[in-house]
Every structure is written in C-alpha cells, then in structure tokens.
C-alpha cells in the first residue's frame, strides 16, 4: 500500500517562492512516474511537472522557467520549487504517483497555495 503526504502550501504574495514536498509511505519503484497536479478554484485538475525515476522531466508550459521539480528515491521524496508564483498559481496542488505497467494510480490529500496580489 502506498499513501502520499504533501506539504509546504500557503500563502505569498506574487512574485514569491513556496517549496512543496511530497513524502512516499510504502514502495517506491523506479518505474514510478511521479507528478504534481494543479486544481485552480472551479477548475480541473491540470498537470503541472513529472519526473521518471530516472530524472526525466515535463513541464507544463504555464510553469516552465519557474518551477522545478525533482526528486529524490533513496528518501522517497519529491519536491516542487515554485518561484515568480503569480495568483493564477493559486489552488490545491496535488502528489501524484503512477505506477507504469500497472493498475496502481495513488493521489496525496493535496495543499493548498494562495498567491495574492
């Protein structure tokens, strides 16, 4: 069983920095696609990055220059640096993990972000 815990979401003004992380209770396989979603307020949940377990990355276009994503398997831990966040960034952001060639799809219970103006 695997279960995933955000955290590091509030507040900042635009312009701001937040750091989120995202903690693996249980396996984590290095064919695990990892990814942090967006869901702005009345929106669908959006893709923002990924990373293979070999480091490979994808960006959202909206992010790209300003967010980085990386990951770290030995600590079963994923990050998102978030920088020149502007309040369109704002919203739940979730912690995904997908399991390739699998059926096993898991979701952390997502932190809040809130970029003022």
């Known amino acids: 069983q695997v279960s995933l815990v955000e955290s590091g979401g509030g507040l900042v003004q635009a312009g701001g920095s937040l750091r989120l992380s995202c903690v693996v209770s249980?396996?984590?396989?290095?064919?695990?696609?990892m990814a942090w979603y967006h869901q702005g307020p009345g929106k669908q949940r959006d893709l923002v990055a990924e990373?293979?377990?070999?480091?490979?990355?994808y960006y959202n276009k909206s992010v790209s220059g300003r967010f980085t994503i990386s990951r770290d398997n030995a600590k079963k831990m994923m990050t998102l640096q978030m920088n020149s966040l502007q309040p369109e960034d704002s919203g739940v952001y979730y912690c995904?993990?997908?399991?390739?060639?699998?059926?096993?799809?898991?979701w952390g219970q997502g932190t809040q972000v809130t970029v003022s103006s």
């Open positions: 249980g396996s984590l396989a290095t064919v695990d696609v």
């Open positions: 995904n993990l997908n399991r390739r060639g699998t059926p096993y799809n898991y």
């Open positions: 990373i293979t377990g070999r480091g490979d990355t």
